[in-house]
């Protein structure tokens, strides 16, 4: 009975460690069997590698790429024609003369650059008068709010400033908020994104401030060798306005005869004052102020111009006659 036990207990023994040892086995082959279930899924090809790599490169260069847009100017330009009254925009160039070279070819007839703006929104005011207004903001709200007020400020009488006319130019306006969220932070801390800019070209506020039947009428400069006749820029003039007897003088820049003359009248600011001279491309322009009144003239040369106007100075009679300004245009 004791042999038999023992022989049983062997028995048993030997069938438990032949389990073990089936289960190890299996135990062992299960986990080849993941390892190289997990390498499988891990291993990518040669041309996927290169995909990934690409895509990487491509998401860092996009990120370098709206990083430096925030801290460049995104430039626009405004131009009018002088005709109509009609005006043209350009947006999101890198300098302001091409803004504005594309915006006067855009233009139909002669036509006359009234400002360039960048990283922001540009519109117009309209008075009631007739004149216009423009200004800008950091959003297209604003725009218009500082249109209005311009408008207003200038005495114009029920100004409105239709927001659907508002251009926008810059970081903020060619990228999404997402993407301009991760520099967003970093570029502002180190006060490195492009700000406001709005830049009016001489004589173009003064000019689209007044009715159009009161801006007179321009002619296009004839374009000389090597200019772009595309441009069709109206051809400037300069004209000087003195008080009749008094000491207050004032120059402007302006799209035409009339316009210089009227404005610079204006910005002397004096009931007596009257424009005495006004000149054009290729010419110059000289005033001398005697004890009674100020005398102007003009001529090809500032010797010419000068002795013009000293000349009407002596004829009346003047004891003294000092030069007070002696300025050319250039040719065309």
Avoid at 93 to 103: E, L, N, S
Avoid at 125 to 136: E, I, L, V
Avoid at 176 to 190: C, F, N, P, Q, W
Avoid at 207 to 217: N, S, V, Y
Wanted: include cysteine.
């Amino acid at each position: 009975m004791i042999a038999g036990l023992l022989f049983a207990g062997g028995t048993a023994q030997a069938q438990n460690g032949a389990q073990a040892r089936q289960q190890a086995h299996a135990a062992q082959m299960n986990f080849l069997g993941w390892q190289q279930s997990q390498q499988a899924v891990r291993y990518i090809s040669a041309e996927e590698a290169n995909a990934a790599q690409e895509a990487a490169a491509a998401a860092r260069a996009a990120a370098r790429r709206v990083s430096d847009d925030a801290k460049r100017d995104w430039w626009g330009s405004v131009v009018v024609s002088t005709a109509d009254g009609s005006w043209n925009v350009v947006l999101n160039q890198y300098d302001p003369q091409t803004a504005t070279r594309d915006a006067m070819g855009k233009c139909e007839g002669t036509c006359w650059p009234v400002a360039t703006f960048a990283n922001s929104c540009v519109v117009p005011a309209y008075s009631q008068q007739g004149g216009m207004y423009f200004n800008h903001g950091e959003s297209k709200k604003k725009a218009v709010d500082a249109a209005l007020s311009t408008c207003n400020a200038a005495g114009g009488e029920q100004c409105r400033s239709p927001e659907e006319q508002a251009f926008c130019t810059g970081w903020k306006f060619a990228y999404s908020a997402v993407d301009r969220l991760s520099h967003r932070l970093e570029l502002i801390a180190t006060s490195r994104v492009a700000k406001p800019k709005l830049e009016f070209f001489p004589g173009g506020a003064e000019f689209i401030a007044k009715p159009l039947e009161a801006r007179g009428a321009s002619t296009a400069i004839t374009p000389g060798k090597g200019q772009d006749p595309a441009m069709n820029m109206a051809q400037p003039w300069t004209a000087i306005a003195a008080e009749r007897d008094g000491p207050a003088f004032a120059m402007h820049l302006g799209v035409n005869q009339k316009d210089a003359g009227d404005t610079a009248i204006s910005k002397c600011g004096k009931r007596g004052c009257e424009v005495v001279v006004a000149w054009s491309l290729g010419q110059c322009g000289a005033i001398v102020r005697g004890q009674t009144r100020t005398y102007g003239g003009k001529g090809a040369s500032k010797a010419e111009a000068e002795e013009s106007a000293v000349m009407q100075c002596v004829e009346q009679d003047e004891t003294i006659c000092p030069v007070m300004l002696n300025e050319c245009m250039p040719g065309k």
